[in-house]
Nanobody, 123 residues
Framework: VQLQASGGGLVQAGDSLRLSCAASGRTFSHFATGWFRQAPGKEREFVAAIIWSGGNTYYADSVKGRFTISRDNGRNTVYLQMNSLKPEDTAVYYC?????????????????WGQGTLVTVSS
């Protein structure tokens, strides 16, 4: 499975962005997908995840109520809708796939990673 994240950019605080994670491979619909982010000088951290069917989602407390993860298995794509963006959301955002299908909060549980897309939120 190959993943490609896109949709990042420079926005102002309070704006919205939608990130996309496009996957190759027919088995992607069996995988859970997560979004992680890494700010300069910080470790990569969990943002959100969605299980293979889309029937369950997980969020970091810092984005709960502002971000929404969804998937379209017919298009092999997972989305991260980000609303009410804050300067502290500035980071490179990565999508990742977990072969178990159930998702996780841990970086270590994901098997495939995309290249990242930069989100910059100005105050």
């Amino acid at each position: 499975v190959q993943l490609q994240a896109s949709g990042g950019g420079l926005v102002q605080a309070g704006d919205s962005l939608r990130l996309s994670c496009a996957a190759s491979g027919r088995t992607f619909s069996h995988f859970a997908t997560g979004w992680f982010r890494q700010a300069p000088g910080k470790e990569r951290e969990f943002v959100a995840a969605i299980i293979w069917s889309g029937g369950n989602t997980y969020y970091a407390d810092s984005v709960k109520g502002r971000f929404t993860i969804s998937r379209d298995n017919g298009r092999n794509t997972v989305y991260l809708q980000m609303n009410s963006l804050k300067p502290e959301d500035t980071a490179v955002y990565y999508c990742a796939a977990d072969r178990t299908g159930w998702g996780s909060y841990s970086v270590r549980d994901y098997d495939y990673w995309g290249q990242g897309t930069l989100v910059t939120v100005s105050s």
